[in-house]
């Protein structure tokens, strides 16, 4: 019984003791985040909530919302301190206004969600600072997507009214750090600005602006490729 005990926990002990970094040159990681950030929008709606719409769409206005996502994001150990990086991610809001007691009888709920996809490629510098501990940062480029939706529609009372996809290209710049549980498993967080270019049209007219934002990320985090 004595021996079986001591067996169980040095099993315990060799599951949950702090794992090295030993990923080398050739080495990848991947992880699975809940991100957040900022969607970019313009319409006709100037958003609804930024200010009086302009129903003859003789110009759209810009507007920004903050969002939720999800993202992959991979690691590529170029050298033993650089890697290159690729995430794939997809962002969301969703937010729902019930009448109240001054609403006409009957009036609908009213309901305003978003929805975007983005692209980043980059490369980060990456350092070890302890048997289990790195950080990690470096610049990227990325392509944003995305599009808001009014129910009901604020230009007819009814149906719904989606505006035409912002298309934002920029610059961003990160710094992160992982934290192995295991050889293979771990934890990874980051924190970083955005800054690029966003335009959109719609019915003719057209909108262009430089917006710029801050977004973080966290998540677990799979290594492959040990020495």
Do not use: C
Not at 29 to 49: P, Q, R
Not at 132 to 155: D, Q
Not at 200 to 220: F, L, R
Request: no cysteine.
């Amino acid at each position: 019984m004595k021996r079986a005990t001591v067996a169980v926990a040095g099993l315990f002990l060799m599951t949950f003791a702090p794992a090295a970094w030993a990923l080398g040159k050739g080495g990848s990681m991947f992880a699975i985040e809940l991100t957040n950030g900022t969607a970019d929008f313009s319409d006709k709606l100037n958003g609804a909530h930024g200010g009086p719409p302009n129903y003859t769409a003789s110009y759209i206005s810009a507007y920004d919302h903050s969002e939720l996502g999800i993202q992959g994001q991979y690691w590529r150990m170029m050298a033993e301190d650089y890697a290159f990086t690729l995430s794939v991610g997809w962002g969301f809001f969703s937010e729902t206004d019930k009448p109240g007691q001054g609403a006409t009888a009957g009036s609908p709920d009213s309901k305003f969600s978003t929805s975007s996809y983005n692209v980043r490629i980059g490369g980060d510098r990456v350092a070890k600072i302890s048997d289990r501990t790195t950080m990690y940062g470096g610049p990227g480029i990325e392509f944003w997507s995305g599009s808001a939706k009014f129910e009901p529609s604020p230009l007819t009372g009814t149906g719904d009214y989606t505006n035409q996809s912002t298309k934002r290209w920029g610059l961003s710049a990160r710094v992160g750090a992982t934290m192995m549980l295991s050889p293979g498993m771990g934890l990874t967080a980051h924190v970083g600005g955005r800054y690029g270019y966003a335009s959109v049209e719609e019915q003719g007219a057209k909108a262009t602006w430089w917006p710029s934002s801050i977004e973080s990320s966290a998540g677990v985090l799979w290594a492959f490729g040990e020495k």
